[in-house]
Each structure stands twice: as C-alpha cells, then as structure tokens.
C-alpha cells in the first residue's frame, strides 16, 4: 500500500514488507515536499524508514527535540512535530519554512526498554551538493553520528561515537528500491556505499554501553544504548 506523499528527493514513500529478522526500532526524520505551502518534516520511529503503528512515539513527543541547521552556522531553528496519523500510520510531523540546504535533526532521551535505557537520534541531509551535505554531515551534538564523506560519484560513512570512530559497527542500509542490508564498518569505522541508485538512502547503527547500575524516570537499568540514523538524497552534484 502506497502513502500518497512525496519527499525532497521526489520519490515516493511507499511501506515495503522486509523479512529481517530484527524488531529494533530506529529514529528517521524525513522531508514531505507539498504541492503548496511549507514543506513538512516527518519523524518516524519504526524498524524500517516508512510508517507504522507508532505505538512507541509518546517519548518522542514528551523528551524529543527536533531542530534544523544550516550552512551559516547561525542559531538552531527549533521545531516542534506533533503525532499525525494518516492511513491507520502514526508518526510525528511538523512544517518549516527554513530553506535547504539544511540539516534537520531529532535527538530523545527515549527511556528505560527491557532494562536497557535508550537515547535515539536521526537527521536528515536536505541538500543537493556532496559540498552541502559534507559541511552539514556532521553533528557534533549528536553522541552517537553516522557522517557522510561524499563526492558526486561516491559515498563513503563513519561512524563516530562520542567522535571517535567506531570499527565493527554494524551499519543497517535502505537503498531506494526498499531493500535492507547490513554491513561493517572498517578499522576507521568507514564504509563505502556502491552501487548506488537514484532516489533516498537511509542508514542506522547502535552503540550499546555497560554504563552499569542506574534510574531514569524511577525506572531501573543496567546498560545504555544510543540508536542514529542518517537519510539522504542520492545523486548529489
């Protein structure tokens, strides 16, 4: 079943049946261009990039924080995305009217699952240029950051976690065509991305920590994990 929606690479979002084995949910910020008016910023927290039953958005909405950068390095335009439901799908949703290229990012202090406590992060690169989304790739207030390094016949990630590079991560792919793989990354925590074709790319990886003992919100855990997602327009000039 097909969303009648359009993102700012001009590709359809459509849900897309995946047999991965996985449940584990990921961050993914999106952008809708509308036939009039302001764009709109879609957050979704699901396994896979596309909308589902968005049982878990509560923490999204009570701790998230969603905000754009931008290539003059000025202020942080904060937004504030509220749950939509559109076809039986909810996610999170907002308008905007700050230009590309632009940076759009999430970051929420999720909470305790299964003793483990979560922090899940996503951005989006609106941006036309490898020159815009290397200056606007990284996100230093991002503990855990999948940066791209690209050139307009490639794309190379890293993996930083606290900026220092993360060899072995595993590394979740969503090409165009709605297929999921999974790779690793190098002893610098890179990766290249081949065989690259027209339309969105969305990339997820984990950083799980023995942080020990602790309490959020009167919940008990004994380690942490940050989630991060990264999604972009591909070819880029």
């Known amino acids: 079943m097909s969303f009648p929606w359009r993102i700012s690479t001009a590709c359809t979002l459509a849900i897309v049946a995946f047999s991965s084995s996985s449940s584990a949910h990921n961050l993914f910020v999106l952008v809708e261009v509308q036939p009039s008016g302001p764009g709109a910023v879609d957050v979704i927290f699901e396994h896979s990039p596309y909308p589902g039953p968005g049982v878990y958005n509560q923490p999204l909405l009570d701790r998230g924080k969603t905000w754009i950068e931008t290539l003059d390095g000025q202020a942080k335009v904060a937004l ?116 690259l074709m027209p339309g969105l790319y969305s990339f997820a990886t984990i950083h799980v920590l023995d942080s020990g003992l602790g309490e959020f919100l009167g919940e008990s855990y004994k380690d942490t994990m940050h989630g991060t997602t990264l999604s972009l327009p591909w070819p880029l000039k």
């Open 80 to 195: 504030n995305p509220q749950e939509i439901t559109r076809l039986g799908k909810k996610f999170l949703q907002t308008k905007t009217t700050t230009p590309a290229p632009r940076a759009i990012v999430h970051s929420c202090d999720w909470g305790v699952y299964k003793g483990r406590l979560d922090y899940f992060h996503g951005k989006y690169l609106d941006v036309k240029t490898a020159d815009q989304a290397n200056r606007l790739g990284r996100t230093k207030s991002l503990p855990l950051d999948i940066v791209p390094v690209a050139t307009a016949d490639s794309l190379k990630l890293q993996v930083l976690y606290q900026g220092e590079p993360q060899p072995g991560a595993t590394v979740w792919i969503w090409s165009p065509d709605g297929k999921e793989t999974a790779r690793k990354t190098n002893d610098a925590g890179q990766l290249a991305v081949t065989n």
